[in-house]
């Protein structure tokens, strides 16, 4: 089993749609959890981290769930520039543990 | 500023030829790290450093070795090159400071192939 793990995708959903996905991690010593974003053939930018109490940046809102071990993201009133991978970030204390997810495709149509 | 910087962009080797895998970042970074990504594995750690002179395995070391002499500088050598190590090749720096690393910036990537 993954140590992070995300539904792949691609999430095909109309421009202005709410959209939601979900990370799960398996390891509960996990501390601190990220959202980046990949456009394709490019580097991975970091989107936002993701807080205990969960935080917003504008249409962007990011849940940390410790019981039940998922990060989660909604985007709301998606945009076309939306459409992109967006990998999920479980980080331990140690700096050699740093898991990524394989990511979950969003397309975005007109 | 630049940020990170990788060269080359794209690289053909053949198996068992070595090359080195250039990184760079004018942040002041303490933490670098040299990622690869393959389809559906994600982002894996190759290498890690905390600050020049310092260097640690990652997830996946084998067949590669690094050295950070400088703080800007952190190249990546492909000792004897296989076709398994086919790949896109990510750098990466962050602040060096507890959970702030998770907060990283990339390089554009080297796109290898090992034939």
């Known amino acids: 089993r993954k140590e992070v793990e995300q539904d792949p995708g691609p999430f095909n959903v109309p421009e202005g749609a709410t959209v939601a996905f979900n990370c799960t991690y398996s390891?509960?010593?996990?501390?601190?959890f990220f959202w980046y974003r990949q456009d394709c053939r490019k580097e991975p930018k970091l989107l936002m981290s993701v807080y205990s109490s969960g935080n917003e940046d504008g249409r962007f809102t990011a849940q940390l769930n410790r019981a039940s071990q998922y990060i989660s993201l909604l985007i709301r009133d998606s945009k076309l520039s939306d459409s992109a991978t967006y990998l999920c970030?479980?980080?331990?204390?140690?700096?050699?543990?740093?898991?990524f997810g394989s990511g979950t495709r969003l397309s975005i149509r007109p | 500023n630049a940020g990170v910087t990788q060269t080359p962009k794209f690289q053909v080797l053949k198996t068992g030829q070595s090359m080195t895998l250039q990184c760079a970042q004018d942040m002041n970074h303490e933490y670098m790290s040299w990622y690869r990504q393959d389809p559906g594995m994600g982002l894996r750690l190759i290498h890690y450093?905390?600050?020049?002179?310092?260097?640690d395995q990652g997830e996946v070391p084998n067949g590669y070795n690094v050295s950070r002499s400088t703080t800007e500088d952190f190249p990546l050598r492909l000792l004897s090159a296989a076709p398994s190590q086919t790949s896109v090749y990510f750098c990466?720096?962050?602040?060096?400071?507890?959970?702030?690393?998770?907060?990283?910036?990339f390089g554009p990537g080297t796109r290898l192939t090992v034939l």
């Open positions: 970030v479980a980080m331990y204390s140690s700096a050699s543990k740093i898991i």
């Open positions: 450093s905390v600050g020049a002179g310092i260097t």
């Open positions: 990466a720096s962050a602040i060096t400071g507890g959970l702030a690393l998770g907060a990283q910036f």
């Open positions: 390891n509960s010593a996990s501390q601190s």
